[in-house]
């Protein structure tokens, strides 16, 4: 008799806008038991996915399942970097990012299966002045709206793409010194996206030829740009064809020192902070163990 793992899933409830109790038992009915041993809990507060996975670490799990969007991964796989364990995903989020460029699939069915057959890879993680990134952190406007998106209700895309229209209008470029494994650019930019992943989530790709198995940032700098173009923007970004676009520069690098104008918001796997005007940001290579498709 082998024995079963012990996997915990931790479930926000409020990812996405939508309902979660049913969960545990759709998870009951698809997990593979003859592999796992499963536990569930229930977050109740931002930060709290975090505090779980760092006690579940501790206490003889192996597997701990973010069941969330990005900012449920981010801390969840904060913890399971720590402790050497290893993430699985549900992506139940509203953008889902990192679960997009894993291939994970927003059905949970079958994002269960992907867990049932437990294939382990590592991955790249990343840090922005100390705090663990997965999938893209950034300063500039993405920061901003994120700051201002979090104090905003109603969450889910439409309200994302509402919001950032009303704010694109007075956002004013800042500007940017950034020193890249040790070249220095100076740059005005609208932007800068710091991508482990390719893409902030519903397929919006900034960093379209990025991987986070390659030990490299891509550094994103959106330039300023004209009102008018910003529906240019949207298509490039939704087209993936950002690495050709002028609206776009991409560096890549290990090691990046960003200095900006003045503090302020920043996000890290969309989650909003502030952060001083100085960010340290670099890569861990290979660093994450997580189920893979």
């Known amino acids: 008799m082998h024995t079963k793992i012990n996997i915990l899933f931790i479930i926000n409830p409020i990812s996405g806008g939508r309902g979660k109790q049913a969960i545990p038992d759709f998870i009951d009915k698809y997990l593979d038991k003859e592999k796992f041993s499963p536990n569930f ?16 670490s501790v206490k003889n799990f192996d597997v701990i399942v973010a069941a969330g969007g990005d900012g449920t991964i981010n801390e969840v796989a904060t913890q ?17 990012g990192l679960a997009r460029f894993l291939k994970i699939p927003n059905n949970i069915r079958y994002a269960l299966n992907i867990i049932n057959n437990f294939q382990v890879d590592q991955i790249d993680s990343a840090e922005f002045n100390g705090k663990c990134f997965f999938n893209l952190a950034g300063i500039g406007f993405d920061a901003h709206l994120s700051a201002v998106f979090s104090k905003d209700k109603k969450r889910g895309l439409s309200g994302y793409v509402k919001l950032g229209f009303q704010e694109v209008f007075n956002y004013k470029a800042e500007k ?31 960093a379209p030829n990025a991987s986070i198995k390659d030990g490299l940032l891509d550094i994103c700098i959106i330039k300023p740009f004209p009102i008018i173009k910003l529906p240019v923007l949207g298509y490039v970004m939704l087209s993936g064809k950002a690495e050709t676009s002028d609206m776009i520069e991409i560096i890549k690098g290990k090691k990046v020192k960003i200095t ?23 890569i861990n290579p290979l660093s994450l163990n997580i189920i893979v498709p």
């Open 41 to 56: 809990v229930f977050t109740e507060y931002p930060g709290h996915a975090g505090e779980l996975a760092d006690e579940a």
């Open 80 to 96: 399971v970097l720590k402790h050497n364990k290893i993430l699985g995903i549900l992506p139940l989020g509203s953008g889902n």
């Open 176 to 206: 940017y010194i950034l020193n890249i494994d040790g070249v220095t650019f100076k740059r005005e930019a609208f932007a800068v996206s710091v991508a482990n992943s390719s893409q902030y989530g519903n397929n919006v790709y900034v």
């Open 260 to 282: 900006r104008e003045k503090a302020g918001a920043v996000h890290v796997d969309g989650e909003p902070l502030e952060m001083g005007e100085i960010i340290e940001t670099h």
